[in-house]
């Protein structure tokens, strides 16, 4: 791997927001039962092989596109752009990143038209594309609103050896950070990068990759994701909640992990905040503040830093998977490695000094 | 330990409901910080040594007192009774039974009067009192409401090593059975005991005791439960978050753990039903269950069965803990030599028969 | 119409709780539609006559039983009542009270067995059983859980024209006035009374009668309630939402107030308080007040003061209606005749003397 | 008035957002009260005669200034911009329209740097700033947290006689129309305007102006308003409760109206929904939807038709008011001479024909 992707000399396409993620999966009647009959996303087209769904919210022709194979993966991170031509903007940025590009008039799949797809410099299989079919927007169809509702799709999450390489790489891109979570020895664990005014429409988190770590659609309100673990529940498929709820530190949005049957992960996630001014402020964490990831101090399952989905190259075989050489977020800050901290040294709590804390050993046999 | 406790020939002191704990504190300073700055409760009246609190829709004097003394403890469980006449029935009842009491006619602490405490057969010192002051209820003061804001004692939680002895004696003493955890051999492991009509006014949890576990408010919504956990958040003390939130299996409540500065333990719970009807169901929940104590499955911490609260006796000494002798809930549910299912075994899941599944190993490292 | 019921010189029947209503509608599939399809009641059994409806928490037959017939009207409001033997009680009780009785060992309804059925002094069909089917409670059936989920019946509302002569006979009958609403001439309103812990089994609202005003469904949260209108305007029948959402000043429950299609009226309520206790304090409103209906002042609706359903005899003919010869609430609270207040004479607010501030004229045209 | 108002050669300031309102207040304490104590704002800076006021999640000096004066008013509203050159470009752009303009290097308002006001073609008083200082952003400080927190600024609502003609000028100014009012006379009522993602920053409403219809304050979910009015009822000044809360039809927000002591009416606001894309489709209501303003066919109060604040030019007087002369909504829409409807002609309710169904005339005396 190169240590540097280069900044083109082009423009880089103008990005409008993550706009959908093409998923491999094993068994379409299996998936179609978790994302429709579970988590109650809306058909917006279906046939033996493929399924489209959209968000309550949406007015694309759909956030989420299943298509049966034989390798659970993601297909495509596909991003919609400002007009038609910044596809062709796409295009030729990244053929000058040295990038295989492929470029379909009629679209990649039903209900998008021209686009083009590319194996980025990381490895992913980025979509770009302006032109989509409009369908109608359930935004009022209360009398469909499930009590687990997704709105929207929020982001993509990507895992990737060299987090600053892939930062620098989307800050090209035109994406801009709202946080990331650093040490002190200047070590990246990852980053969250937007174009829309949300904390992300894509994070990079410090792994072996590429790999898709997880997409993530909104509710409108806390309640909507305890419901979805209380359904989850009711089905008696509780062990596919992997993390969560809690409230994140990174984002301060309410937050769910779940596992689809082929163990794509799906975050469920609400209110974050606007982050659409220019100087919107950058928020570093210290990777050993233990609320960073869970602002409860609720410990990450190790399942959650080691486990996500392969993604495809261009003819749709499995990107190869490099290993991350910098240090691990898990290892430096869990057990017997690494530390944690609830307070930082020197707070003050009740008028007394405090001492570090590390993070909650109780939760750990 | 005597394997049975006897039922008196006199009726039972006609039992309203858990009213308040009295709670021995190191730190008074501490405490009320806890109390009234994180949790909210009102204070009633103050002094140096002793803070009078209630929860918001609360009319009688008060649901917890706090009294500074050297040792942490619990030196009341105090239920109130229907009429002057039944704390009379209270006090010959455990004279029966062959227990200490001590009768006081104008009450062990202000705010309450006539009143008789006990050390009960279980180790336990229980209050039964009728007579108290009437102060504001503060329902409808919406402007001291935090959002957070407790409204309800709800209820004890006692750590007893004999689970079906006591689960004898409350029910001699008028408590119904809602809900139990047992084995396929017989062992009970814990059992919820209500006389208003709720799930609960107290709950025995097999371990070592007497021991108190938790005493329990009730909010109005979920939210005001993810609230305070925010708030813990962004005090620095989620140290003393020890496990939740989450939908517990058992009561079907949405519930948080969390620890006042002794270590006392308080469960912040909402929206279990209605247990009023003379035949209403008793559920029982097999042991190995997974959703039992946490209906999503999420993992209970191991200081969640092994610490608690002393408590005192009417000379105010520690009773000494005995060690439970039965099988113990974490030892047969957790890790190697436990084993708990998701969904019981013969259980479809989409059509396809289930095979049992253990608890997330995941959230172990 | 006598002015006085006189006590009977038996023990009245230990009512439980409100159980049941059976409705009359005219048309049974469009109240299956509202029922079931709109706001999600569960069926336990059906034919081409009858629904038998019951809500998510229940694990009676039913609280709800619709039956088709010529006239929207109520065969009865049904408690239940602690043991077979008080229905011999109740019995007993009315045929002391000169009232007219039927029993039937088997039932009036499938699900329920031996009851009584009698013409209440006030010209209600109430009826006392004991004896029901226990069906599946449905309380973590969460994949069955809709956004507006009815979780509880939780009371009646009957109008009544003398509404002190009402209530002297429930509270001889063992209910308990939680709330009431008066004004310094000593006119009653209306009185909320109840035998479960809730402010209310059933409420006499004083207005030509008998009638029955509205039942009402709990809902877990706020949110649901909020749900259920957002829902009605999806399906473009929010002319059928008559009053709310709001708060009430009585009971301090957040409610909505419906329409069936034969306009029997139902309000769909959350979060009063506990009223177990033996001294429970009473609380009475003045009927100037204008925030004892809505705590936002926000306006009753005439509607709501006139409009009710008819009630049955044991034959099956309407009860005549009397007409109430006392003040009308919503002639002296509103408009030219009437006057409100939002502050009270004397209330300081911002450290100023207040001045008698009326309802809000703005909602008038 | 002009009928049109031409479009300026230059290329029109680049605008972010909607970022803050200078209001006059005449009496500085009862303000104070009511946006600190009651509303929750938090307070940046204040002296004798100025409050600086932001919200929760606000990251520049203020959303809010509350300035002591004579009379009641709005002497700004204030819109950032990208760059400190855009600033420049706003002050080019007004010239260029004939516009009285501004320039202050050191700003208006203290926290705020280089900006210009303006005189706006429409009367209203416009400012344009980059330079901010930034403030601590308490997102996360959950426990400054009140019940009915407000997290954002989400827009302001102008009162205009001809909103066509504001509208063209708006969407030359870069604005994009999300929803807008209109007849089927081609008579517009109102526009919603957006340049963040949302529904939008500024909204124009057809009446008698230049006026402040209100300012709008966000929260983060439903509860958060209903609290603000239950602690209004609290507070006994539900009178200042003018409309809601509901759900609008138009945005989907859940809203609410207040008035502060000078009537500067406040709406509370949440979950309206994302319209960054660039063809988001726009939603055009009819005016005799009854649901429009009202999801739930709730009357809207004739003082949310005809009241508003004033706004002043730049020499600090009122902007006189000029009568709108095109139809007005109030009176199209409601009572003898106008009229609503729940359902359009031919919609199938039950599989039945619908008829046209006039407004609640339930809700009227």
Known sequence: MTDFIPTPTVAAPDIVRCAYV???VTDLSKSREFYV???????TQEDERTIYLRSLEEFIHHNLVLREGPIAAVAA????VRSPA???????YYKLLGCRTERRENGFVTGIGD?????DPLGFPYEF??????VERLTQRYDLYCPGELVRLDHFNQVTPDVPKGRKYLEDLGFRVSEDIKDSDGVTYAAWLHRKQTVHDTALTGGDGPRMHHMAFATHEKHNIIQICDKMGALRISDRIERGPGRHGVSNAFYLYILDPDDHRVEIYTQDYYTGDPDNPTITWDVHDNQRRDWWGNPVVPSWYTEASLV???????????????????MVTV???????????????????????????????
Chains 1, 2, 3, 4 share one sequence.
């Open 22 to 24: 093409e998923l491999i």
């Open 37 to 43: 009959n579970v988590l109650g996303l809306h058909v």
């Open 77 to 80: 991170l596909a991003y919609r």
């Open 86 to 92: 910044e596809v062709d903007a796409a295009e030729v």
């Open 115 to 119: 686009a083009v797809r590319v194996e």
């Open 129 to 134: 594309f302006y032109e989509t079919e409009h």
């Open 312 to 330: 495809l190259d261009l003819d749709g075989n499995p990107q190869p998977v490099v290993e991350r050489t910098q240090a691990s977020e898990m």
């Open 335 to 365: 057990g017997a490695d690494g530390f944690s901290y609830t307070r930082a040294q020197g707070d003050a709590i009740n008028g007394e000094p405090a001492e570090e804390i590390g993070f909650k050993m109780g939760n750990q046999l």
